[in-house]
């Protein structure tokens, strides 16, 4: 059953889309932006130009250079079909161009689709009856006059429609007393609004979805006095962030900006967190690129320039130890308007606050839990066949009326057969329902040898981090990633989110760190996946030739020291990450299995590195690199310059803020680098 609180106030696939636009499609533009070029090309469409763009607006302006020949050109024709809204500068001049008038009716050809295409017309100092009657009235009649002599009158015909059509649709008559100003301001309101109406946070597969949005709705209270907080508060898995995103959809064309911040937990769990957060608010709600360093920075900006606006935030997966004052400061700076959703598992997080509102999602009905699991299971809403009712019913009730149990068993038994049903039902019938992780745990041992490692090395260290590099290293074991990747997804075991970011629910990636702990319960340091190690050779003494990927952050301890005899033991180590410290010795007989190292702020690199298997190179801002220094024999160190030869087995190399000089020698033979990244580094030679 769900519940409200209130304090201090009495007032379509089973796999997971992440942009959703309505029907429009999803192009590399938001907006196309037509106009004739030495009407406004240099004052007015420059101008509003430059607001779009600073707005993290992706705008389309097309260059004189693409008109070219009779028809219009296809990268005009691709990018007006593939924006979402089309802005047409109507001038004087502009049906003098046959460019404009072939891209006008492209965009009302789109828009007679009805797939949602929004046409929003700037009339610059032109009467929008002269564009509705174009053969009749003004500056238009002579260029249709011009037009019918050399070109056909279908084609003629379809560009005076155009006209026509775009004559009578909502838009801006701007005068010569019109503040140019104050219209492109407007313009680019109007924009966002019909951006925020068409692209929305897309959640999982939603069922019985509504009546939690219309709760939560009520609380918010927009247009009135209440509602400034509202909490979703209970355990983990029952729905709250899909409830918090389908609110957001529904309410965000009420705000002037707005921010959803997904992860504020695991998001402070890290160095800079708090710093983290207010950069992703900034840049949120200003739609810029600025970047603050330090939470004092953050708070100012944010009092001083966010809060002047009324914003939708939401700040998912908080625990007690948020301080929503170190993040955003003061929420009494923001517009009474402004609202803020909270979704938590503990009510503490809550209880801070002198006054807000909190809904409790409770666990899915019985028959919203069946129709989810058959979504997941058969890939249909209906009833399953008659002889698979019984069992469908049976996994219903194990799950509890927990969502995420209940994608997570209905995806492990998708197309698969009654004997397997009978044997999984046994095994989590052994389990019982309240013990989630015992559940989950039954769709991971189905996983194959590749797939689990796959599985657990991103539960214990990659959730969060872009796939690009992790997939290189899995690749160079022969984990087979790409399958092993879909499969994890298709069990709802993983997601890969909009910034190809790894993403798992909480209980998942528990799941499979308990799982790697389960590995040696008295000894964390004789597991494949240790935990993180601050303590230097202190607690390098304690992992065994078991660790696969190692973790050592030894971050403003430059005194320290890691030597060849610390690491000489880790034979499997395929990942190897430091952060600070000095790296020194001779390395030749150490690391036979490393695919990916990392080293980032360390005072000196060791020498004699003899990685035969080594994939991916991350170097950032380590102090020194020796005259003598050699990774491996196809990158040899000449006087004190790097030179790297394209004859590399590497698929990726970063080089950034390195103190040396570098030389890059290019050969083309037997080329297999797929990225080679080089910041602030002392110059670049060769």
Known sequence: MSTITQRGSSSKSKEELWLQAGTLPKGEYDIFLSFRDPDVRQTFADC????????????????????????????????????????????????????????????????????????????????????????????????????????????????????????????????????????????????????RSHYTLVTDVLVGIDSH????????????????????????????????????????????????????????????????LQNMVISGILRSARQVTNASEGIHVIRERVSKYKVLIVLDDL???????????????????????????????????????????????????????????????????EEQAPLSKEFVKLAAGL??????????????????????????????????????????????????????????????????????????????????ISTLILRALLKVDEKNRFCMHDHIRDLGRAIVNEEDVERPGNRSRPILCREGKNCLMQITDRAEILRIDMTGKDHYELTNKEVEKLSRLRYLEVRGGRLVGDFSGSLPNMRWLRLHMCRSVPTNLNLKELIILDLYNCGSLADDWRVWGKIKVIGRTISFFLLLVLSFISLKQICNHIMYHMTTKRLSLKHFILSNCSWLTG
């Open 213 to 276: 949005v219309e709760r939560v709705t009520e609380l918010l209270n927009i247009g009135g006095l209440g509602g400034k907080i509202v909490g979703i508060h209970g355990m983990g898995g029952i729905g709250k962030t899909t409830i918090a995103k389908a609110v957001y959809n529904k309410v965000c064309t009420n705000f002037d900006r707005c921010c959803f911040l997904e992860n504020v937990r695991g998001t402070l769990s890290k160095d800079g967190g708090v710093v983290s």
């Open 319 to 385: 625990d007690e130890n948020f301080e929503l004052d170190q993040v955003l400061g003061n929420l009494g700076s923001f517009p009474i308007e402004s609202r803020f959703i909270i979704t938590t598992r503990d009510l503490r997080v809550l209880e801070l606050f002198e006054e807000y509102s909190m809904y409790e999602p409770g666990e899915m009905s019985y028959d919203h839990s069946l129709q989810l699991f058959n979504r997941h299971a058969f890939g249909i809403d209906h009833e399953p066949a």
């Open 403 to 484: 969502p995420l149990a209940i994608k997570v068993i209905g995806s492990l038994l998708y197309r698969r057969d009654e004997v397997f049903w009978k044997a999984k039902l046994i095994e989590l019938e052994a389990v019982g329902p309240t013990k989630v992780h015992g559940v989950l745990k039954i769709s991971y041992n189905e996983l194959t040898r590749h797939e689990k490692q796959i599985f657990l090395d991103i539960a214990c260290y990659f959730v969060g981090e872009d796939k690009e590099l992790p997939i290189y290293m899995w690749g160079g074991c022969k984990f087979h990633p790409e399958t092993g």
């Open 48 to 195: 509003l130009y430059s607001w779009l763009v600073r707005s993290g607006i992706r705008t389309f302006r097309d260059e004189e250079e693409l008109h070219k020949g009779e028809m219009i050109a296809p990268s005009l024709a691709k990018a007006i079909t593939e924006s979402k809204i089309h802005i047409p500068i109507l001038t004087k001049d502009y049906a003098s161009s046959k460019w404009c008038l072939q891209e006008l009716a492209k965009m009302v050809e789109c828009w007679r689709l009805g797939k949602g295409y929004v046409i929003l017309p700037i009339f610059y100092f032109l009467d929008p009856r002269d564009v509705r009657h174009p053969l009749q009235n003004g500056a238009y009649r002579e260029a249709f006059e011009q037009h019918n002599l050399k070109h056909d009158p279908e084609t003629v015909r379809r560009w005076e429609e155009a006209l026509q059509e775009v004559g009578k649709m909502k838009g801006w008559h701007v005068t010569r007393s019109d503040g140019q100003g104050a219209v492109i301001d407007q313009v680019v309101s109007e924009v966002e609004l019909h951006l």
